[in-house]
T-cell receptor, first 114, second 115 residues
Framework: KNQVEQSPQSLIILEGKNCTLQ??????????LRWYKQDTGRGPVSLTI?????NTKSNGRYTATLDADTKQSSLHITASQLSDSASYIC?????????????FGTGTRLQVFP | ETGVTQSPTHLIKTRGQQVTLRCSSQ?????VSWYQQALGQGPQFIFQ???????GRGNFPPRFSGLQFPNYSSELNVNALELDDSALYLC??????????????FGAGTRLSVL
């Protein structure tokens, strides 16, 4: 069973609209939770990183939230643009000494249409 | 651009062959991690190298091996290729510090096809 589950699997929205992507994880204990954006054929690019004690983190039009009690995170995208079309991957880093092993979700494929 | 470069970009091999993939890390970084990403899936951690030594390994068989060189560049070697090895192989570099919030910067990946 994947330790990081994301929903929805895919999403289509119109340019200018907002959307929220969900992430549920079972990794415990964990050190931090990250959201990455991956364009087709490219490597993932970091959007936000939050420790277990943080509730929210923003990066421009991207806002991530974290509820460590329910083991849920969300990524909210405001005023979407065509360039937001990509896969968004939730990533959890287990709390293991000296290892940066990252556990990736399968991602949400977002398509923004004009 | 992340400053992490991988080569080659695409590669076609046949079952049973061996392959070597290369990664140049971002300047100043001392840690390289390798991931396998099958189509439609999230990346899976293969292993990590820190200061030329393996520093953590995922659930991959011994035919997946790696090296890190004194300049912190890295190689991923896969022996006895199988059809299921077809995937995008991603390399990520980072600077290991006292905290665990080391941002990993990914290369564009090598697309390996095994026929």
């Amino acid at each position: 069973k994947n330790q990081v589950e994301q929903s929805p699997q895919s999403l289509i929205i119109l340019e200018g609209k907002n959307c929220t992507l969900q992430c549920n994880y079972t990794v415990s204990p964990f050190s931090n939770l990250r959201w990455y954006k991956q364009d087709t054929g490219r490597g993932p690019v970091s959007l936000t990183i939050m420790t277990f004690s943080e509730n929210t983190k923003s990066n421009g039009r991207y806002t991530a939230t974290l509820d460590a009690d329910t083991k849920q995170s969300s990524l909210h995208i405001t005023a979407s643009q065509l360039s937001d079309s990509a896969s968004y991957i939730c990533v959890v880093s287990p709390a293991r000494f000296n290892t940066d092993k990252l556990i990736f979700g399968t991602g949400t494929r977002l398509q923004v249409f004009p | 651009e992340t400053g992490v470069t991988q080569s080659p970009t695409h590669l076609i091999k046949t079952r049973g062959q061996q392959v070597t993939l290369r990664c140049s890390s971002q300047s100043g970084h001392n840690t390289v991690s390798w991931y396998q990403q099958a189509l439609g899936q999230g990346p899976q951690f293969i292993f990590q190298y820190y200061r030329e030594e393996e520093n953590g390994r995922g659930n991959f068989p011994p035919r997946f091996s790696g090296l890190q060189f004194p300049n912190y560049s890295s190689e991923l070697n896969v022996n006895a290729l199988e059809l299921d090895d077809s995937a995008l192989y991603l390399c990520a570099s980072s600077l290991k510090s006292g905290t665990s919030q080391n941002i990993q910067y990914f290369g564009a990946g090598t697309r390996l096809s095994v026929l």
